[in-house]
């Protein structure tokens, strides 16, 4: 699937060299996604970049247009909180929710 992806985005830009391919924007934001969504499991990074992406669209949306980047600080925040409490991402915190409310119940 991702030789096919590559090769219609070949086709789509005409050149590939590594910078326009996969440059350092990009793999950064597909090594967040992987960590927010939880490296450690298959679905983990298909739900991390749902949710990063989700975020990057709707940051940008309600708070690019003011010229000073708050998009990104809010997205930064985020993104840096639930890094810092829940290290196995949101496959983490979705299994530790639905321990507690086994518990509860």
Not at 70 to 80: F, I, Q, S
Request: aromatic share 8%; charged share 10%.
């Amino acid at each position: 699937m991702v030789a096919v992806a590559g090769g219609f985005f070949a086709q789509y830009v005409l050149f590939i060299d590594p910078e326009s391919a996969l440059g350092l924007a990009i793999s950064i934001q597909i090594t967040i996604a992987a960590v927010l969504g939880g490296v450690g499991s298959m679905w983990g990074p298909v739900i991390g970049a749902t949710v990063l992406l989700s975020l990057i669209e709707s940051a940008r949306l309600y708070l690019g247009g003011t010229g000073e980047a708050l998009n990104l600080v809010v997205y930064g925040l985020l993104v840096m909180t639930i890094a810092a409490f829940e290290p196995n991402g949101l496959i983490g915190m979705a299994q530790r929710v639905k321990l507690l409310r086994g518990r509860s119940h």
